[in-house]
């Protein structure tokens, strides 16, 4: 059985750095906007899909907060898509606001990019380089999942991102 496991993680773990995304343009929830493809190529990128209504998404959105006031200076951009619905648009500016989340927050209104990632659950987090491709995905938050997270983002920054 462990060998059909170790089996299954490596070719999902080939699938995911084989992944690459096509270019898209948004607007931030202040206004600013956002091209994907300048962000990804300026530095290792890590996107996250989170919403208010989600525990684990409001946890790791702090953690990724401190990882890019740690990490930005070395390259690290942070994107991130909230997946919160129209009507509570004013919540999470208020929250960006007040929680001093200092990266891009793109409302993602119409589930449009969520579904350009193939997303199926959040929180989703990429790591993508700067070629576009993703070199780490991790769906789901626990407790630990950032010590995971800061070590990828340690291991691709010092690959020459």
């Known amino acids: ?32 906007e956002i091209k994907f493809s300048e962000t990804y190529k300026s530095g290792l990128t890590l996107v996250t899909f989170w919403a208010l209504w989600c525990e684990p998404c409001r946890t790791e959105i702090h953690i990724i907060n401190k990882f890019y006031e740690k990490y930005h200076e070395k390259g690290l951009n942070v994107i991130s898509i909230n997946q919160d619905t129209p009507r509570s648009i004013a919540k999470v500016r208020s929250y960006v606001v007040s929680h001093d989340l200092n990266f891009p927050v793109i409302p993602d209104l119409k589930k449009e990019l969520f579904q350009h990632f193939n997303g199926q659950s959040i929180p989703l987090t990429f790591l993508i380089d700067k070629s576009g491709n993703v070199v780490y995905k991790h769906i789901g938050y626990l407790p630990g999942d950032e010590t995971e997270l800061e070590g990828e983002i340690v291991k691709h920054l010092g690959a020459g991102n």
């Open 1 to 32: 059985m462990k060998k059909y496991l170790i089996l299954i993680l490596l070719i999902s773990s080939v699938f995911v750095k084989a992944q690459t995304f096509s270019d898209f343009d948004a607007k931030s929830i202040d206004g600013k």
